[in-house]
């Protein structure tokens, strides 16, 4: 009798324990085989992240937030066969088992740590390949091969300090800021330079090769409108370029900025910003002022409009847009009339150029066909100049047909809108004659 008293007392405790004493879990392989066992405690949410936080600690590297989520939202996680077998609440508190199969947490470590190598090994190549191109005074290849490698470490974790995103792009812009542009043999009326890229150093500035360099300025398109146009070169092997402007359309007076021109790969935002405010800074500006490339004095203009019948016009719209461009563009323009016949030859009009007038703009634009468009009309017209030169009584040059397109209400409006997109573009031809001349 005394044996069962005590043996119900016995009972009779350990049940009083088992509801009233907050259980001591601890993360074990005990219990099944072939699992593992996690465990978290907070309030809300914490306990699943710290039962989350022992769970990456366990395969020793951080996990994607998803399975957080799945963990959160279902208490499971597919992928590690893991679900939360018991949860335990005092007040606030909450406290969660979970178990895991130990095969697929020992697969996704193993999976994880290999993929964490890998990374150490691509980015440690990377910066092989910059050292060496640093001492090559490939300067612009070591910054790239550097970002190469900090966008390689944002894939996943990397395991040392050094490797991290942050680190790897300290270090590619620390090779950033000692580049500066110099511009040697500038001709400012012809907007030409050489331009070399230096590393700057406290005994040597050797020129930095095949460096990719950006170059932009303002300039005006075949219908006047001011855009910023870009070109992009390389130094090559001799570490700098010879900068001629290709555009006959740039502005005739204005600044040309040289820019390093690297481009930046998909790294965090505020990786990418840092980048890019230390490339601003290496950069130069090239101030010019284009010759008339045709000497003083001005070009005389003659440009007539014509009727769809060929009448000739009272109207001047294409003449008064070429006269503007001109103007713009710092050609000077003296309107000159020749007087025209249905039977003028070329050679009439040339005897009519005043003797004081060596360069002759002589042109004519006509309407060729209409149409309509919904509620507008449609007009195109189409016409030609010759730019001629009267000391050397040779055409300089012949623009061949040039059509334009205009629109509007009536067929008035949309020919004089028409005509003006051709004297717009007959200026932006007689730019590039004057930059070829040039």
């Not at 016009?313 to 323009?333: M, N, V």
């Not at 100049?385 to 009536?410: C, K, M, N």
Request: aromatic share 8%; net charge negative.
């Amino acid at each position: 009798m005394i044996m069962i008293s005590l043996l119900l007392v016995s009972c009779r405790s350990a049940k009083e324990l088992s509801v009233f004493q907050t259980p001591s879990w601890t993360d074990t392989v005990e219990g099944r085989a072939n699992q593992v066992f996690f465990h978290g405690e907070g309030r809300g949410l914490d306990p699943y992240r710290a039962l989350f936080a022992r769970i990456e600690e366990a395969i020793g590297s951080e996990l994607d937030r998803r399975y957080l989520g799945e963990l959160i939202d279902t208490g499971r996680i597919e992928d590690l066969g893991l679900m939360i077998t018991n949860q335990y609440r005092t007040g606030e508190e909450i406290v969660l088992q979970a178990r895991a199969s130990e095969e697929l947490v020992d697969r996704l470590r193993t999976t994880l740590a290999k993929e964490r190598q890998d990374r150490i090994d691509q980015i440690e190549e990377l910066l092989r390949q910059a050292n060496l191109a640093y001492k090559a005074n490939d300067d612009t290849k070591t910054i790239t091969r550097y970002l190469e490698a900090a966008m390689v470490a944002s894939s996943g974790p990397v395991g040392e300090k050094r490797y991290e995103p942050e680190v790897l792009v300290a270090e590619a812009i620390r090779y950033i800021e000692p580049l500066e542009f110099f511009l040697t043999r500038s001709e400012r009326s012809y907007a030409r330079t050489t331009v070399i890229l230096r590393r700057r150093t406290r005994l040597l500035a050797p020129r930095v090769l095949h460096a990719s360099i950006s170059a932009t300025y303002e300039a005006y398109n075949a219908l006047g409108a001011l855009y910023e146009d870009t070109l992009y070169f390389n130094s090559h092997e001799t570490g700098q370029l010879f900068f001629d402007p290709l555009n006959a359309a740039m502005k005739r007076e204005g600044v040309i900025t040289f820019f390093l021109d690297l481009e930046i790969p998909p790294l965090a935002q505020d990786l990418v910003l840092q980048v890019e405010e230390a490339l601003k800074k290496v950069s130069i500006e090239f101030p010019y002022a284009l010759s008339n490339a045709l000497g003083p004095g001005s070009i005389g203009l003659s440009l007539e409009e014509y009727s769809i019948s060929g009448d000739l016009l009272p109207s001047s719209y294409a003449k008064t847009a070429f006269s503007e461009g001109s103007k713009r563009d710092g050609i000077p323009i003296l309107d000159v009339v020749l007087e025209r016949a249905a039977e003028s030859e070329l050679e009439d009009l040339i005897r009519q150029i005043p003797k004081n007038v060596r360069y002759t703009i002589i042109g004519s634009v006509g309407v060729l066909s209409f149409d309509k468009a919904l509620d507008d009309e449609i007009v195109v017209v189409s016409g030609s100049f010759i730019l001629y030169d009267s000391v050397r009584s040779a055409i300089l040059y012949h623009s061949q047909d040039i059509e334009a397109v205009g629109w509007g209400p009536t067929r008035s409006e949309a020919a004089a809108r028409g005509f003006e997109r051709f004297g717009s573009i007959a200026e932006y031809l007689l730019r590039t004659v004057l930059m070829d001349v040039r």
